[in-house]
């Protein structure tokens, strides 16, 4: 089993082992064993199927429900809320080159995706539904072109979600999964901002309200034996650190449960500044 090369908070030996055999590695989205159970001193959601946007097929809580915004009457819809597909990425796209969003495309319907298809609706006569029917997705492809590689798939840093009420009092990393962002806050006021990236559908990222428990600068893990530098430990072997593999492939992976950032200065800075004892609150 491989040992930690720094810690920023001592530990006993058995503590640090119990952490560590849980600790995340990179993975194709869908693959991997079953996510460590919630821990007993954290507060995360009942359920935890929720899914980040990702790679894949998405989870039976992700398809539209019965509450989702229904097309017009008559009108089938070729995209909703919950969906997950590179027909969803395309039009946010396309949404995006109409400056209804400014949020890079996801591939997931979430949202944000629902009020920008509302408002185009709204604009041009059509149902405002916030679904997507065969007039709507006709009409934003002749306003639009066709996006590129880049349009679909760009570089760009995510537009920061609206924090959680939790996120607004002392020091939190604030982890949105609608935005797939990290805000780093500070008694209401965000620090610093990153791109992240989750677990995948077997191995979900637990939400809720946690603390940081412990720190490691350099971490390898004991069960998927990947590098995981500059580790923050707030859910028992889940933790935010920084991933070469997100940092290669972007959102076409998902880690075992961690929270992946892709840019290791900025994720090298917040190391720095983030002490045990921080709040992270997990969010959608």
């Known amino acids: 089993m ?16 119990a952490f560590a055999a849980t600790a995340c590695g990179p993975q194709g989205a869908g693959a991997g064993p079953a996510a460590p159970s919630a821990p ?5 959601s009942a359920s935890p199927s929720k899914q980040d946007d990702k790679a894949g097929s998405p ?10 915004p229904s097309a017009a009457p008559g009108a089938k819809a070729l995209m909703a809320n919950g969906d997950e597909s590179e027909q969803v990425r395309e ?49 934003v492809q002749g306003l639009t072109k066709k996006p590129t590689d880049d349009e679909l798939r760009p570089p760009t840093t995510n537009e920061v979600d609206a924090p959680d009420p ?5 020091r939190v ?23 992240v990236r989750f677990g995948s559908e077997n191995t979900p990222t637990r939400e809720g309200l946690f603390q940081v428990g412990w720190k490691a600068k350099e971490w390898t893990s004991t069960i998927y034996h990947t590098s995981m530098p500059y580790s923050m430990f707030f859910s028992e072997g889940q933790a935010v650190h920084y991933s070469s593999d997100f940092a290669a492939r972007g959102y076409d992976g998902a880690s075992h449960g961690c929270v992946n950032v892709r840019d290791k200065k900025k994720l090298s800075e917040l190391f720095d500044q983030v002490k045990v004892g921080d709040k992270v ?4």
Do not use: N
């Open 2 to 17: 491989h040992r930690q090369k720094a810690f920023i908070r001592t530990l006993g030996l058995a503590a640090a082992v």
């Open 40 to 44: 007993a001193g954290g507060s995360p």
């Open 59 to 68: 989870s039976a809580s992700a398809q539209p429900s019965s509450s989702a």
């Open 91 to 139: 039009l946010q796209a396309r949404l995006r080159q109409l400056k209804l969003v400014s949020t890079a495309p996801t591939a997931f319907y979430g949202s944000k995706t629902t009020a920008a298809v509302k408002t185009f609706q709204s604009q041009h006569g059509l149902s405002a539904t916030g679904s997507v029917d065969e007039a709507t997705w006709q009409k």
């Open 166 to 170: 939790r996120c607004m009092q002392g």
């Open 173 to 195: 990393m604030c982890i949105s999964k609608e935005s797939r962002t990290l805000a780093w806050m500070i008694d209401g006021k965000v620090v610093s901002t990153m791109d």
């Open 281 to 284: 609150v997990v969010y959608w």
